[in-house]
């Protein structure tokens, strides 16, 4: 049901992305964005955290053209997690717009830590953009030693 209604949310954005021409030269760098996709753990090195798929939200502000900073909500089947995070684009806002994040992550099983990843970014239009993400969260507070996470999501900023 969730797959569905982000294939249905991101044709939608296709569709209004082809009917305007996108000018990157004039882009609006200061601005807020949303985004909802799904996402999968993968903890490493013992503890009663397990590999889960699950959905997750980001709500974000870019302070700059090159740093944003963001809240993130993630719930798995039955882990929830909440994080903040720094992104920093180190090359340019071009269709395929790479980054680096950089923060901290909790779990509710009780595994607290510094995070840090890597993704990208495929923009359609000035609103809309695929988001592909990875991190690593250094267990610190708790039995988990490592929780990696994968993540994709459809964005859209306002």
Request: hydrophobic share 45%; net charge negative.
């Amino acid at each position: 049901m969730k797959g569905l209604f982000l294939c249905a949310l991101l044709a939608a954005g296709i569709a209004a992305a082809s009917e305007e021409e996108y000018d990157w030269a004039e882009y609006d760098y200061e601005h807020w964005y949303v985004d909802a996709g799904a996402a999968m753990v993968l903890p490493q090195g013992g503890g009663r955290m397990h590999r889960r798929a699950g959905a997750e939200a980001r709500l974000g502000y870019y302070v700059d053209d090159f740093l944003a900073v963001e809240a993130t909500a993630a719930w798995m089947e039955r882990d929830a997690g909440l994080g903040v995070h720094g992104l920093w684009h180190w090359w340019g806002y071009e269709k395929f717009d790479p980054f680096f994040t950089f923060g901290a992550n909790g779990w509710i099983e009780g595994e607290v830590g510094p995070s840090a990843g890597w993704g990208c970014f495929w923009h359609f239009s000035d609103k809309w953009s695929l988001r592909f993400d990875a991190d690593a969260t250094l267990g610190i507070d708790g039995e988990t030693e490592m929780v990696y996470k994968l993540g994709a999501a459809v964005q859209y900023a306002f």
